[in-house]
């Protein structure tokens, strides 16, 4: 199969693979050989590597194309300035050739029969079902074999995000694909380039309109040697974080009798990041369109402004 961006001729399939295995990448030259050997060992192969580089001052681009011109599998390197990583997700899902669209972040490994187990899975959802469905999510393990986190409640679970969120209360990183022409129809927020933006904004989206297959299946290995986005000054993350609560007060408070607690403290954070933000109270409730999501604001209002003060104290040297 060619390297090379190639369309399928007018009447036949839009995708010339199955899977598109997505990596989008930011000065990870260094980790970067961990998806490049776990892709290479896949025993299912109908799939495409493709990489959005999103503006690294390492030498990414160089390691790629030495992979490339081994043509062991296909891969596409896509350069763009600077957007955060939402910008080079919603780049991917455009340019995707795979039906099947499987982010794979760049610092870690999968099982050899990933992709096969994934495909596996998919085929099992019934074809007159498949339509509800976004795609299919399994369990990650730690480097010593651990699972990480919590198994989802029966295997398979046929459910969405929220409901696997509030009501199961499944916690840990968990590893999926979606279909590439769902990805498509979402909105990645473009429109804010180069600020972080929350993955669960979209994931959200996808939750509240189609199913997804949860497997209790660990396929995918979850590296902890990565930088983490908490470890970032509060103010530099505000906007997105700040979008993504109130989108949940707004979007998705019906869940609330699930886990009031966990609403409670997600509407401290909303308070809490929309002072970073720069919006002031006023603006923080006017912005809430829910009733309940209004009550849990001035419920949280106090400890938020203190969580906000706590960090203007602790970051102020930083």
Known sequence: MSTENSHLNPGESKYQYVFTVFTPSYNRAHTLHRVYESLKAQT???FEWLIVDDASKDNTREVVEQWQQEKIIPIRYIYQ?????????????????GELFLT???????????LERFKYHWDTIPQYQKANFSGVTCLCKTTDGRIVGSRFPADPTDSDALEINYRFKVT???????RTDVLRGLSFYEEFRGIY??????WHQIARK???RFVNEALRTYFTDHVSMMNERPSKMAFGLKTYYLSVLNDEIQWFRFDPMKFLRLAVHYVRFSFH?????????????TRLGKLL????????????????????NK
């Open 277 to 289: 933000a720069g919006d002031s109270a006023i603006r923080q409730l006017t912005k809430i369109k």
């Open 172 to 178: 840990g990183e968990k590893w999926g694909f979606h």
């Open 44 to 46: 299912y192969r109908d």
């Open 104 to 114: 794979f972040d760049s610092d870690d490994i999968c099982d050899s029969n990933a």
């Open 297 to 316: 604001w001035l419920i949280a209002f106090p400890l938020g402004s203190l969580v906000y003060i706590k960090d203007r104290i602790l970051y102020r």
């Open 197 to 202: 933006m929350s993955e669960d904004l979209y």
């Open 210 to 212: 189609y199913k997804t």
């Open 81 to 97: 300035e600077h957007g955060h990583k939402h910008i080079a997700f919603a780049r991917g899902a455009k340019e995707a050739d």
